[in-house]
């Protein structure tokens, strides 16, 4: 399975990133979610496809996520994965 993805970042939370299908844009996120969000910046479209390396989760996860609900969110990073990326890079 592959799909035309476009991510948007959130201006309110630094590594907040939604993911949805291209073709069906935001109309199936929730308003709740939106607000909580913000207004919605386009970051990249690219084309996801289940083996494809994205960098803090699986595609297959993104992509189950967009069939079932129409969006995946992508919290920002916890404290503990913040201290891990620091230790991996000396």
């Not at 083996?51 to 503990?80: H, N």
Request: proline letters at 6%; charged letters at 30%; hydrophobic letters at 40%.
């Amino acid at each position: 399975m592959s799909l035309l993805c476009e991510i948007f970042r959130s201006p309110r939370k630094a590594e907040m990133y939604l993911y949805i299908d291209k073709q069906a844009g935001l109309k199936q996120v929730p308003e709740s979610l939106l607000a909580q969000f913000g207004e919605p910046e386009s970051f990249m479209t690219l084309l996801l496809t289940a083996d494809r390396k994205l960098a803090r989760t699986s595609a297959e996860e993104v992509l189950a996520s967009i069939e079932e609900k129409g969006f995946f969110l992508q919290m920002p990073p916890t404290q503990a994965e913040l201290l891990s990326r620091e230790g991996s890079r000396e």
